[in-house]
């Protein structure tokens, strides 16, 4: 069975503060893809980043980070200089093989305040 | 990607009552699926639609309940049968894009039943 752990249920930062969110997965396929989403008060889902298993290499875009590390079965994500505009609800969500669902995680909720 | 519309965006229902919720997508897809998220949770998957044939309910989700359709490769609906306040929620569609590598998100319904 697929899992997806965010251990973290609320962060709360100062704007201009470095965030990591924590994402741990769990499944027996060798073939996965992960995935961030941010939901802000709105309730609309916006797609961040996709990994699959075979790319541990770490992305950055801009302000934000992921650190993918199948030892541990992570894949966590670091926004930098933290923005008001980044407070949401961001989830972590596991693919398995030629699945065709999304195992969700249950979201960490950031507040970035001035 | 992959642009996703639905109606309504958000609605206040009596208990008992049934609401009809619509998803566009505008390109054809062979899947589309209906989550849930309840107040302050994560997504869970209510079902996967294919066109064609009936639809695939998971675990703890009933045809009865939650009746979908899905007439042709672009849209697709899910009603919301004999409501009762516990049916509050945001309810969302979703369609991998043409390559299968991304899941993509309505902008969801938010239901609130009275």
């Known amino acids: 069975a697929q899992k997806v752990t965010q251990a973290q249920t609320e962060i709360s930062v100062v704007e201009k503060e470095d965030v990591t969110l924590d994402c741990v997965y769990e499944?027996?396929?060798?073939?996965?893809?992960l995935f961030w989403y941010k939901q802000p008060p709105s309730g609309e889902l916006v797609f961040l980043i996709r990994?699959?298993?075979?790319?541990?290499q770490n992305e950055i875009s801009g302000r934000y980070s992921w650190n993918f590390q199948k030892s541990t079965s992570s894949f966590n994500f670091t926004i930098t200089a933290s923005q008001v505009v980044d407070s949401a609800v961001y989830f972590c969500?596991?693919?398995?093989?030629?699945?065709?669902?999304?195992?969700f995680g249950t979201g960490t909720r950031l507040q970035v305040t001035l | 990607s992959a642009v996703i519309s639905q109606k309504p965006s958000r609605d206040i229902c009596q208990r008992g009552t049934s609401l009809t919720i619509q998803c566009q997508v505008d390109?054809?897809?062979?899947?589309m699926f209906w989550y849930r998220q309840q107040p302050g949770q994560s997504l869970t998957l209510i079902a996967t639609?294919?066109?064609?044939?009936?639809?695939?309910?998971e675990s703890g989700f009933v045809i009865d309940k939650f009746p979908i359709s899905r007439p042709n490769l672009t849209f697709s609906t899910l009603t919301v049968s004999n409501m009762s306040p516990e049916d509050s929620s945001i309810y969302l569609c979703?369609?991998?894009?043409?390559?299968?590598?991304?899941?993509?998100f309505g902008p969801g319904t938010r239901l609130t039943v009275l």
């Open positions: 990994r699959n298993s075979f790319d541990e």
């Open positions: 499944t027996r396929d060798t073939t996965y893809y």
């Open positions: 979703s369609v991998w894009d043409r390559g299968g590598d991304t899941q993509y």
């Open positions: 639609a294919n066109q064609g044939s009936e639809a695939t309910y």
């Open positions: 969500a596991l693919r398995t093989g030629t699945a065709s669902k999304l195992t």
């Open positions: 390109s054809q897809v062979t899947m």
